[in-house]
């Protein structure tokens, strides 16, 4: 087991987890339940981790890790262009990465 991520955030670390699993790289998150504790147990530990099964996957999970950063700061810097869906033509909010009409990726 390799300790692989960690964010104050609970989203985020839910977020990457579902990223590596469509991914197919196995992982799984330590801690999940652990908030109701806190204050007996000190607040860094209470934060979500996400741990990767064996470390041969660490590689292709640091890739899918750096891909959806890149694709947050493209956001966040200003590509907010709405887009239509290749498969469908709907056209979608620039936030969403999934076409709401038919649930295909955004590319």
């Excluded at 966040?76 to 076409?99: H, M, P, T, V």
Aim: charged share 20%.
């Amino acid at each position: 087991m390799v300790h692989f991520y960690y964010h104050p955030d609970r989203f985020q670390v839910y977020q990457v987890k579902s990223l590596l699993d469509a991914a197919g790289v196995p992982c799984f998150i330590k801690n999940e339940f652990i908030q109701g504790a806190m204050g007996e147990v000190s607040p860094l530990d209470c934060e979500p981790e996400l741990w990767l099964n064996d470390a041969e996957w660490q590689i292709k999970a640091t890739q899918v890790l750096e891909s959806f950063k890149a694709e947050q700061q493209a956001l966040s810097q200003g590509d907010k262009n709405d887009w239509a869906c290749r498969s469908c033509g709907e056209i979608n909010e620039y936030q969403f990465a999934l076409c709401w009409q038919c649930q295909s990726v955004r590319v």
